[in-house]
């Protein structure tokens, strides 16, 4: 197969789905006045002897030419993938494109936990009443199923998992599967994590996720490289990007909202979730590398930031390890929650989405930083021109990935 340079990797389309609005308008605007849905959660299945702190989705708006026959058997992850990916489609024009040359891939694995949770409790006892489609419904391949009978996609789709990084690594397959020229346009999909009761007291218990310590005030809960952070705070959230070469975008007049200008995966070899100040400069330097850039060269860092004791130490030692104080930074896991599998991928729409204003948004409860010597965005958003932005996503099992974005 012929290969191609990927300086000219660019994108083209984004769809986004989050507890603080729908669509890129709606998310931008959250965004900047530094919005949030933080709350004891209420969506079924997810409380069981404690009251677990989260934002939560409030309701979906529907494109009408979604049938309500596909979303009737859809868990609640494959709901919020289609619509999702409908925002990202259109705003592409992927419509005007061979579907055998559009490719999908989903981040994220064991996404519909909660669905498949409530499903189980209600039939235990009678198993044999169970829907046929939960045959289908259990694999993380129905959402590929899904998305691809709607949307006519016949190229190829698979899903990639990498815990909180899975966002960013389908960003990443994506990248690969249009350099390698397999397809000529390849969407990334950072699916909701649709988590039940069982898999928050696992994280709480790991000492991931926060604990009672906000129970009375859940506003103030979420607090990446605040003093007082306590574990990150759940958010449901989806984001899907277009990937693309500049010159097939141009054939039909594509909007570009801006170029991967270099990426990297590295692995620490470590099944625990304790970050590596190793993997994490590995990551760092070998994206700027592949983008031809220096430390200096880059305006803004959205950082991983989830809140987590040990983690956001690590981050920012990397980030002033790698020569990089001097970027601006802010958390926008204190707006939408730590989303995990959808994480990668909504931030580096929300690195766009600021890249597309000239403005960064606030960060929520950054009251007394870890590190106050860093170049912080805090109670306001501000105006700022970024060129060159790095996007950070780091998941259990030693997953470290970065992106560069170029305006």
């Not at 235990?124 to 949307?151: A, H, K, N, V, W």
């Not at 705070?233 to 054939?251: H, K, N, T, W």
Request: aromatic share 6%.
């Amino acid at each position: 197969m012929k290969s191609y340079d990927h300086q000219e990797l660019v994108i083209t389309g984004i769809g986004i789905t989050t507890a603080v609005g729908q669509g890129k308008e709606a998310v931008t605007n959250a965004l900047l006045e530094g919005c949030h849905a933080f709350r004891i959660m209420e969506r079924p299945g997810r409380q069981e002897a404690s009251a677990f702190i989260g934002a939560e989705i409030d309701g979906l708006i529907y494109p009408p030419d979604i049938s309500k026959k596909t979303l009737r058997t859809a868990s609640y992850a494959a709901e919020v993938a289609l619509v999702t990916l409908h925002e990202a489609w259109e705003d592409a024009q992927l419509q005007h494109v061979d579907p055998t040359r559009v490719g999908l891939i989903i981040g994220g694995s064991n996404v519909q936990q909660r669905d498949h949770t409530m499903l189980q409790d209600n039939y235990r006892g009678r198993t044999q009443f169970i829907r046929p489609t939960y045959g289908l419904s259990f694999m993380d391949s129905d959402l590929c199923g899904l998305c691809t009978e709607q949307f006519g996609i016949r190229g190829l789709a698979h899903t990639v998992g990498g815990a909180s990084a899975s966002g960013q690594l389908a960003i990443l397959s994506a990248i690969q599967a249009v350099l390698s020229g397999e397809v000529d346009v390849c969407i990334a999909i950072g699916s909701l994590m649709d988590l039940s009761y069982w898999e928050f007291h696992g994280l709480r218990a790991l000492g991931a996720m926060g604990t009672t310590k906000f129970a009375d005030n859940p506003t103030e809960a979420c607090r990446p490289f605040d003093r007082e952070h306590d574990g990150f705070i759940y958010g449901e959230c989806c984001g899907a990007l277009v990937i693309e070469r500049s010159s097939f975008a141009s054939q039909r007049h594509a909007s570009l909202y801006a170029g991967i200008a270099g990426w990297g995966m590295t692995m620490d070899a470590n099944r625990n979730p304790n970050p590596s100040l190793e993997g994490e400069c590995t990551v760092i330097r070998k994206a700027l590398n592949k983008a031809g850039l220096l430390p200096k060269d880059i305006d803004y860092i959205n950082p991983h930031g989830t809140g987590s004791l040990i983690g956001d130490e690590i981050e920012l030692e990397a980030i002033q390890t790698c020569n990089l104080s001097h970027a601006y930074m802010n958390t926008t896991k204190s707006i939408f929650g730590h989303g995990l599998t959808g994480a990668g991928a909504v931030e580096l729409i929300a690195t766009i989405l600021q890249m597309e204003t000239g403005m960064l948004h606030p960060s929520r409860n950054l009251i007394n930083p870890i590190v106050p010597g860093m170049n912080w965005v805090k109670e306001q958003a501000i105006a700022h021109p970024v060129h060159y932005a790095l996007s950070l996503s780091f998941g259990f099992g030693g997953i470290n990935t970065a992106i560069c974005l170029q305006r």
